[in-house]
């Protein structure tokens, strides 16, 4: 699972999230921003609030402190194969070195260069090619 911080910054540079069930994400406040919460209709549930904005609603005994959230609240925290296909048509491949690290081809940016990530974990090394990607110019 990828960092909340690293979550955020692939929000922040535009990765859009619409929610379904078995999505994880976080609550960035300093008692919850450790605790991953996964999108269910048995336990959290996509809704409407009263005025028209998405929240998520925690059911059952569960979640027994939290009632519901709006969506802009939360941080989405995307698995390995939502970022590989949030990559798309710029994914080149992925390769897992010697030494355990796994990298990441991609092409990004207005003249379509070739970029790699390393990174010890492969979601880490999508979420940073993803990045790059997002805030190529």
Same mark, same amino acid.
């Given at each position: 699972m990828i960092d909340i911080d690293v979550a955020r910054r692939l929000h922040e540079a535009g990765l859009p999230w619409e929610p379904a069930d078995g999505d994880l994400f976080a609550i960035d406040t300093e008692l919850l921003r450790d605790d991953a919460f996964m999108l269910s209709s048995m336990v959290i549930e996509r809704g409407v609030g009263r005025h028209g904005e998405r929240i998520f609603k925690f059911n059952g005994t569960t979640e027994w402190a939290?009632?519901? @959230?709006?969506?802009? /609240?939360?941080?989405? @925290?995307?698995?390995? /194969?939502q970022l590989r296909e949030a990559l798309g048509p710029a994914f080149r491949s992925l390769e897992r070195r010697e030494d355990g690290h796994h990298t990441v081809r991609f092409c990004a940016g207005t003249e379509a260069a070739e970029h790699e990530v390393s990174a010890p974990a492969a979601e880490d090394a999508y979420a940073g090619a993803l990045l790059v990607a997002l805030t190529a110019v």
């Open positions: 939290l009632d519901s @959230i709006e969506q802009q /609240e939360a941080i989405w @925290i995307p698995r390995e /194969e």
